[in-house]
């Protein structure tokens, strides 16, 4: 790393010995590796993160007020991820090179990824508060990755929790029906649910045939019959070998 850049991600949480550690390296230049004797002087520029309140740290002692003036040089604060929505397209965008990079699915000939969230996922992406930042940004499109079937990536892919928030968990009273306060994802839900289950009705359950009828690839139905917290009836054993 001499002559290059250490980055310390993090840094609010390391313990008070690993802080007077890394306040050696940032004021004396130099370090001693672990098992050995031998002191390395580095030249090297320090960058640090943490999503901690530093200052709040050092007045409950729970960091090094020297390490912490060290680090103080130049402060960039962040906002977090829900007060710059712009950003959340280019970093899907990058997140998912990243990890059809990583799982070697969906990339184009110059190795860029092929995948794209459709303009539902996308809205619910948008307007979701982000909690846990840009990790969480990135953990939910590592996942759509991974559970993609099609380039076009659909809301039924999204963990369950940013689809409750979204209102795409639909909530009903106590005879089933659409609470009065429904949002429209709710109302757009259920009228899809409706739709879905009509279908494999006509399609005596067979989620092949129903995924046929509707135009749209079986994973896809699959997971809206998950999504939508469909039941599907146990077939007889005659008809089991058709099933989707």
Known sequence: ANHGTIFFDEIGTISLETQAKRLRVIQEREFMPLG????????VRILAATNSDLHKLVQ????????????NVINIALPPLRERREDIP??????????CQDNDKFLGP??????????????????????????????????????????VVTADVLPD???????MRVRRDASGRLLADASLFEMVADYERRVIIEYLEKANWSQTHAAEML???LSTLNQKIKRLQIEIPRRSEGARGERG
């Open 215 to 217: 135009h749209i690839p």
């Open 36 to 43: 050995s004797g031998e002191v390395i002087r580095v030249d």
């Open 90 to 99: 280019a970093l899907i965008e990058h997140f998912f090179d990243k990890y």
């Open 110 to 151: 110059d190795g860029r990824s092929l995948l794209r969230f459709d303009a539902e996922a996308m809205q619910i992406l948008m307007d979701y508060s982000w909690p846990g930042n840009v990790r969480e940004l990135e953990n939910v499109v590592e996942r759509a990755v991974v559970l993609a079937s099609q380039p």
């Open 60 to 71: 409950e002692g729970r960091f090094r007020e020297d390490l912490y003036y060290r680090l």
């Open 161 to 167: 929790y940013i689809l409750q928030q979204s209102g």
